[in-house]
């Protein structure tokens, strides 16, 4: 079992560390590229400096009180800091969950012909940017806030019957709000969801019938070629597609935990490594489709 939770440390380590450096550095990068060189500066690149922040507290605040526990440090998360580590997690979760829901539906909007339904709001989207930030963390501070109380340290009892627990906290089912709260928690997020699916299948047919009139007014070899925009709509539909993947198979797992009559704790790392996998992949997805960014980094080293 030592070593087990040894092996388990280090991967969840190398993690957390591909997970941190690759969100670093496009922050970074975002950051620089929007105060420094203001010519090159786009609206969207606020939603993804955005998402990138959200990416590096997931990361963080999910893996680091489990490398404690399977390091055998168990002992220093303490009622308060089971409370904080699961609080910022699911608040910086969320941030990111609305974060790329926003994302997705920016750049269908972006991309939507000028004659569509869509093009009203155009012109304004820039300037629903920061208002959508600050209504994501406050509906978000004042939801999760109410789970607080439902966060125990675990013990060493076993647990049976509905309720979760990780390798530092359990959740009491009896502290939980109520039922439709939870219900309230699960539409939210799978309203979300169908939005990322909505706008990606919207931008998927937008990009066909583009590529369909390059052939029409191009030779193959120009029409061949995806404009900027074109390549970020491909990296945000993979970006999309990821977290739809990771995130369906972590709820699946996480539902199956929680109402399982008895606990299988071999299952409880496989939750805590999918959950970071979106934050993790994430800005190595968008750096891999942009050509400035690549030589960017390049540049400097």
Not at 4 to 17: A, E, Y
Not at 120 to 131: D, H, N, V
Not at 280 to 293: A, G, Q
Request: aromatic share 14%; charged share 10%; with cysteine.
């Amino acid at each position: 079992m030592i070593a087990r939770n040894t092996i388990l440390g280090f991967v969840l380590i190398s993690q957390i560390c591909v997970g941190f450096i690759g969100n670093s550095l496009l922050f970074v990068f975002y950051v620089y590229m929007y105060f420094i060189h203001s010519h090159l500066r786009k609206p969207i690149d606020l939603i993804f400096m955005h998402l990138t922040l959200g990416n590096i507290l997931t990361v963080v605040f999910s893996l680091t009180p489990h490398i404690i526990v399977y390091f055998g440090a168990g002992n220093a998360i303490n009622a308060v800091s089971c409370k904080a580590f699961l609080y910022i997690y699911r608040l910086s979760r969320a941030i990111s969950i609305c974060t790329t829901s926003f994302l997705s539906t920016f750049q269908a909007i972006t991309i939507s012909p000028r004659n569509s339904k869509w093009a009203w709001i155009k012109s304004r989207l820039s300037m629903c940017i920061f208002p959508s930030f600050l209504f994501f963390w406050i509906l978000n501070m004042l939801i999760y806030i109410h789970l607080i109380d439902a966060e125990v340290p675990r013990t060493n009892v076993t647990m049976v019957g509905a309720g979760y627990f990780k390798s530092y906290c359990r959740s009491e089912v009896r502290n939980i709000p109520s039922h439709s709260f939870v219900s309230f928690l699960l539409i939210k997020d799978i309203l979300l969801v169908i939005i990322m699916i909505c706008t990606s299948l919207y931008m998927v047919s937008v990009l066909r019938r583009h590529h369909k009139r390059a052939q029409h007014l191009h030779s193959p070899s120009l029409s061949a070629q995806p404009s900027p925009e074109n390549k970020a709509t491909h990296s945000i539909l993979v970006v999309v597609s990821c977290f739809v993947l990771f995130y369906g198979l972590n709820s699946l797992m996480t539902l199956y935990i929680f109402y399982a009559p008895q606990k299988n704790p071999n299952l409880y790392p496989i939750t805590v490594i999918l959950s970071s996998c979106y934050p993790t992949l994430c800005p190595f997805v968008l750096m891999k489709n942009s050509k400035i960014i690549s030589r960017f980094y390049s540049s400097i080293l």
